[in-house]
């Protein structure tokens, strides 16, 4: 979603001849009736619009529950543009102007690991973990706290199945982006910090205590399942 009209016809074209199948529209609205009527793999939405901008529609779709991966357009380059952005529930981000062929690479990134999520095989985990109140069910893409869901964003389940694989095991932020986004990820910047932060808010009752992903100064972190010490 983008209310440049030439960017938005330039975008379908160069993703089109790339393979993607894709539907632009220039503002909330229309968003809406396209998720409406036809499920996606991914959204593009710039943080910068008139109206009702990137980072409300992507917090409105979070609120709702919708899990799809969300990619933000950031026209500034500012960090703090992007932190908000993820934040609100944005997977990854992209500041303009941008190569076509690096968003292009982002979004098959995306798309690979949206299709990898539903596989225990390649995790060699269990099909439900149980740590805690929490139950966390890999093929449904399900996180339940005493029986009850929480929605989790495609990164936040991907992050949680992350730790979920290394209980008890301190993880550098390196490792734990190669684990996400393959060896070919750019440096590690203050984004899965974000991404972390915001898993916490949804798990940990205290989050300046938390007691199930814990904060390993100078390494990265670590996954106590029993709330335990590690």
């Known amino acids: 979603m983008d209310d440049d009209v030439e960017l938005r016809h330039m975008l379908r074209r160069y993703l089109g001849e790339h393979g993607f199948q894709v539907q632009t529209v220039a503002d909330s609205r229309h968003l809406q009736r396209l998720l409406q ?5 991914a959204l593009i939405l710039d943080l910068m619009m ?5 980072l409300a529609i992507c917090r409105s779709l979070r609120a709702e529950g919708h899990t799809i991966p969300i990619l933000m357009l950031t026209g500034r380059g500012d960090p703090v543009d992007r932190i908000v952005g993820l ?9 303009k102007p941008f190569d076509p062929r690096e968003l292009t690479a982002r979004l098959k990134a995306m798309y690979r690991r949206q ?42 389940f991907q992050l949680l199945r992350v730790f979920a694989a290394n209980p008890h095991r301190p993880m550098s932020r390196e490792h734990i982006q190669e684990r996400i986004k393959g060896r070919d990820h750019d440096t ?12 916490r808010r949804k798990m940990e009752p205290d989050r300046a205590h938390p007691c199930h992903i814990r904060t390993v100064w100078g390494v990265g ?3 106590v399942p029993d709330g335990g010490h590690g």
Do not use: K
Not at 116 to 145: C, K, P, Y
Not at 188 to 199: A, E, H, N
């Open 50 to 54: 008139p109206g009702e901008d990137g």
């Open 37 to 41: 009527r036809e499920p996606f793999d």
């Open 221 to 223: 972190y670590i996954f």
């Open 188 to 199: 590690v910047d203050r984004s899965l910090d974000v991404q972390i932060s915001r898993l």
């Open 87 to 95: 934040e609100m529930g944005a997977d990854d981000y992209l500041a």
């Open 115 to 156: 299709q990898m999520l539903h596989s225990t095989q390649v995790w060699n985990v269990d099909e439900v973990i149980a740590f805690g109140a929490f139950q966390l069910n890999i093929s449904r893409m399900e996180l339940l706290r005493d029986g009850l869901p929480i929605p989790l964003t495609s990164m936040e």
